[in-house]
C-alpha cells in the first residue's frame, strides 16, 4: 500500500469515527411522541390559554395612570407591586389598562390621551417579550429549553399582529375613544414615563 | 536584555516594555490588579480575542483584512448552540438529526471555516477588495444569526458544553487551555511549514510570490477559510461561557482583533508580524480593558483611550519601518 492511501484510509477512518460520535438519528414521529422539546407546539399552546388565562389576567390589569402616578412617586415600590422581572436587572414588565382620546395614528403607532399622560399603542412593531412576561403565567423554568420559551412571545406577537391589529387599524381616526389592555416594559434606572409604548392585547373603539 | 531583544523584533520588546509598564501602573494603583482571580479572569476574557486575533493576523499578514470575524463568531455560535439544543427535524423524511457537543462544535467550526472559504473565494476569483467583500460577509453572517435565532438567545446548553467555557482543567481554565492550542499551532503553523513561508511572502510581494509559483488564490482561500475557523471557535468559547448564543455576540469584535494586531507589531501592509506579538497585542488590549474598568474609567473615555493607544502603536510601527 502506497502512502497516498495510507493516508486517505487514515483520513475517512478519522471523519468516520468523528461522524459516529457527532450526530444520532431517530425517527421523528418517535421523538414527537417521546414529548421531547420538538413537540412543543406554542401556537397551539398560546391558542389554549388565551382566552381562559391570558385574557383574564389582562383583565385584572391596573390602571395605566395610577400605575404611572405610582411609578413617580416610589419607582421602586411600583416595580415590586406591579412589575414582573425574568431575572435579576433594571427591566420590569407592567400589565396595563386604560381608556383614552385618539391623538394621532401614525404609520407604527396611535397615540392616545389618557389624563394628562400621552400614550402610544403600538401597531406596527409588536415584538419583544412583554405581553408574555408581563401576565406572570409563563415561567423560564417550566421550559426545557429557551427555544420553547421564545417561541411563546413569537406566537403571542403573531396573534396580535394578524387577529388584532389590522381590525383596529382600519376602523381607528383621530378624536376616537379607546379602551386598551396590554404591556409595557420598563427600565428602573432609566425610567421614561413622558410617552409609554403600549403592546396591546385588547383594542376597543368605545365611542 | 540584549539575547531577549535579538529573540524578539523591535515591535514585540516594545509590545512587551508597554505591557510590563501597564501592569506595573495597575498594580500600583489599584488593589484588586495583581490577584490570581483577577489574572485568571482577565485571561479568560483575552482567550476569545486571542482566537480570533491569530486568524486575524494570518489575514493581515497576506496584506488583507477580515471585517466579517465578528458576524461569523456570533453565527457560528448560534449554529452549534442552535445544533444541540433542537438538532434538525425532516419531517419529509419523518427523520430527527440529533448532535452532541462534539457534533455541534464540529458543525459550527464547519460553517466558519465555510463563510471564510466564501470570503477567500470573492477576494481571489472575483477580485473583490477584503475590505469590502468581508464587510459583506458581515452584513449577511449577522442576518443569518438573526434569522436562525429569530432574534432570540438559545440557551440551556448542558454542562458538558459549559465546561468549554467555564472549566479548569490542571488548574487552568478550559478557554486559556484553547487559546493556547490555537497560538502554538500558529506559531508552528507560519514559522516551521511551506505555507506559513507562502503567507509571508504574499504579503511582502505579491508580484513576486506570483512569479515564483506561490498558488496564491489558493493560499489565500485557506487563510481566510482559517480565519473563520478560528472565529468560529472564539463564538463557541463565548457561547459556552454564557451558556447562551447571544444574537448580537460579537459585535465589533474585529476591531480588537485588528487592534491586537497592529498592537502587537504587525504590518497592516502585510509580510511583517508575528503570532507572538498579536497574543501581545491582545494580553496589552485586556489589561487596559481590566485596568480600566478596575480604576472606574467612564466606559466612552474607555473606548477614547483604547482609540488612542491603537493609534499610537501604529505611529510607533511607522516609526519603526523608517528606522528600519
Known amino acids: 500500500?502506497?502512502?497516498?492511501?495510507?493516508?486517505?484510509?487514515?483520513?475517512?477512518?478519522?471523519?468516520?469515527?468523528?461522524?459516529?460520535?457527532?450526530?444520532?438519528?431517530?425517527?421523528?414521529?418517535?421523538?414527537?411522541?417521546?414529548?421531547?422539546?420538538?413537540?412543543?407546539?406554542?401556537?397551539?399552546?398560546?391558542?389554549?390559554?388565551?382566552?381562559?388565562?391570558?385574557?383574564?389576567?389582562?383583565?385584572?390589569?391596573?390602571?395605566?395612570?395610577?400605575?404611572?402616578?405610582?411609578?413617580?412617586?416610589?419607582?421602586?415600590?411600583?416595580?415590586?407591586?406591579?412589575?414582573y422581572a425574568l431575572g435579576i436587572g433594571n427591566i420590569g414588565y407592567f400589565r396595563v389598562q386604560g381608556e383614552g382620546l385618539v391623538t394621532a395614528v401614525n404609520n407604527n403607532n396611535v397615540l392616545l390621551q389618557v389624563g394628562s399622560h400621552v400614550i402610544e399603542v403600538e401597531t406596527e412593531f409588536v415584538y419583544g417579550n412583554a405581553i408574555r412576561d408581563a401576565s406572570g403565567l409563563v415561567k423560564l423554568n417550566d421550559y426545557d429549553n429557551s427555544s420553547d420559551f421564545n417561541s411563546i412571545s413569537e406566537s403571542i406577537n403573531e396573534k396580535i399582529r394578524k387577529e388584532l391589529i389590522p381590525e383596529f387599524r382600519s376602523k381607528v381616526k383621530i378624536g376616537d375613544k379607546v379602551r386598551f389592555e396590554g404591556a409595557i416594559e420598563l427600565n428602573k434606572a432609566h425610567l421614561k414615563l413622558s410617552q409609554i409604548e403600549v403592546i396591546p392585547i385588547t383594542l376597543q373603539i368605545t365611542e | 536584555?540584549?539575547?531577549?531583544?535579538?529573540?524578539?523584533?523591535?515591535?514585540?520588546?516594545?509590545?512587551?516594555?508597554?505591557?510590563?509598564?501597564?501592569?506595573?501602573?495597575?498594580?500600583?494603583?489599584?488593589?484588586?490588579?495583581?490577584?490570581?482571580?483577577?489574572?485568571?479572569?482577565?485571561?479568560?476574557?483575552?482567550?476569545?480575542?486571542?482566537?480570533?486575533?491569530?486568524?486575524?493576523?494570518?489575514?493581515?499578514?497576506?496584506?488583507?483584512?477580515?471585517?466579517?470575524?465578528?458576524?461569523?463568531?456570533?453565527?457560528?455560535?448560534?449554529?452549534?448552540?442552535?445544533?444541540?439544543?433542537?438538532?434538525?427535524?425532516?419531517?419529509?423524511?419523518?427523520?430527527?438529526?440529533?448532535?452532541?457537543?462534539?457534533?455541534?462544535?464540529?458543525?459550527?467550526?464547519?460553517?466558519?471555516?465555510g463563510l471564510g472559504f466564501i470570503n477567500g473565494y470573492a477576494i481571489t476569483k472575483f477580485k473583490v477588495p477584503p475590505f469590502v467583500a468581508t464587510l459583506a460577509m458581515l452584513t449577511m453572517a449577522r442576518g443569518f444569526t438573526m434569522l436562525w435565532t429569530k432574534g432570540h438567545p438559545i440557551s440551556g446548553l448542558g454542562e458538558t458544553f459549559g465546561f468549554l467555557g467555564t472549566g479548569w482543567f490542571l488548574g487552568i481554565p478550559m478557554p486559556v487551555w484553547i487559546s493556547g492550542i490555537v497560538v502554538v499551532t500558529a506559531i508552528v503553523l507560519t514559522g516551521k511549514t511551506r505555507f506559513g513561508r507562502y503567507i509571508y511572502a504574499i504579503g511582502?510581494?505579491?508580484?513576486?510570490?506570483?512569479?515564483?509559483?506561490?498558488?496564491?488564490?489558493?493560499?489565500?482561500?485557506?487563510?481566510?477559510?482559517?480565519?473563520?475557523?478560528?472565529?468560529?471557535?472564539?463564538?463557541?468559547?463565548?457561547?459556552?461561557?454564557?451558556?447562551?448564543?447571544?444574537?448580537?455576540?460579537?459585535?465589533?469584535?474585529?476591531?480588537?482583533?485588528?487592534?491586537?494586531?497592529?498592537?502587537?507589531?504587525?504590518?497592516?501592509?502585510?509580510?511583517r508580524g508575528t503570532i507572538l506579538g498579536t497574543v501581545l497585542g491582545a494580553i496589552i488590549i485586556g489589561v487596559l480593558n481590566n485596568g480600566l474598568i478596575l480604576l472606574s474609567v467612564s466606559p466612552f473615555w474607555q473606548q477614547v483611550i483604547k482609540g488612542l493607544v491603537i493609534l499610537l502603536a501604529v505611529i510607533i510601527d511607522k516609526s519603526n519601518q523608517k528606522s528600519e
Open chain 1, 1 to 83: 500500500m502506497n502512502r497516498k492511501a495510507i493516508k486517505y484510509s487514515i483520513g475517512i477512518l478519522v471523519i468516520g469515527l468523528l461522524g459516529y460520535n457527532s450526530v444520532y438519528f431517530q425517527p421523528l414521529d418517535k421523538k414527537l411522541a417521546d414529548g421531547n422539546e420538538i413537540s412543543f407546539d406554542a401556537k397551539a399552546y398560546v391558542d389554549g390559554i388565551w382566552s381562559n388565562e391570558l385574557m383574564k389576567v389582562y383583565k385584572d390589569a391596573p390602571d395605566i395612570a395610577l400605575l404611572i402616578d405610582s411609578l413617580e412617586q416610589n419607582t421602586v415600590a411600583a416595580f415590586e407591586t406591579y412589575g
Open chain 2, 1 to 113: 536584555m540584549i539575547s531577549i531583544k535579538k529573540k524578539l523584533n523591535i515591535a514585540q520588546f516594545q509590545s512587551l516594555i508597554a505591557l510590563f509598564i501597564l501592569c506595573l501602573g495597575l498594580a500600583l494603583m489599584t488593589d484588586n490588579f495583581m490577584t490570581t482571580d483577577n489574572f485568571w479572569n482577565v485571561m479568560r476574557q483575552i482567550s476569545v480575542n486571542v482566537c480570533i486575533s491569530v486568524g486575524m493576523t494570518l489575514v493581515i499578514l497576506t496584506a488583507g483584512i477580515d471585517l466579517s470575524v465578528g458576524s461569523i463568531l456570533a453565527f457560528c455560535g448560534a449554529v452549534t448552540a442552535g445544533l444541540l439544543s433542537n438538532g434538525i427535524s425532516i419531517p419529509a423524511l419523518n427523520l430527527f438529526i440529533g448532535f452532541t457537543v462534539l457534533g455541534a462544535v464540529l458543525a459550527g467550526l464547519l460553517v466558519g471555516g
Open chain 2, 204 to 271: 511582502g510581494n505579491e508580484n513576486a510570490s506570483l512569479l515564483s509559483g506561490i498558488p496564491i488564490a489558493k493560499v489565500k482561500m485557506w487563510v481566510y477559510a482559517l480565519a473563520g475557523i478560528l472565529a468560529a471557535v472564539g463564538g463557541i468559547l463565548v457561547t459556552a461561557r454564557l451558556d447562551s448564543a447571544q444574537p448580537n455576540a460579537g459585535f465589533s469584535y474585529e476591531l480588537d482583533a485588528i487592534a491586537a494586531v497592529v498592537i502587537g507589531g504587525t504590518s497592516l501592509s502585510g509580510g
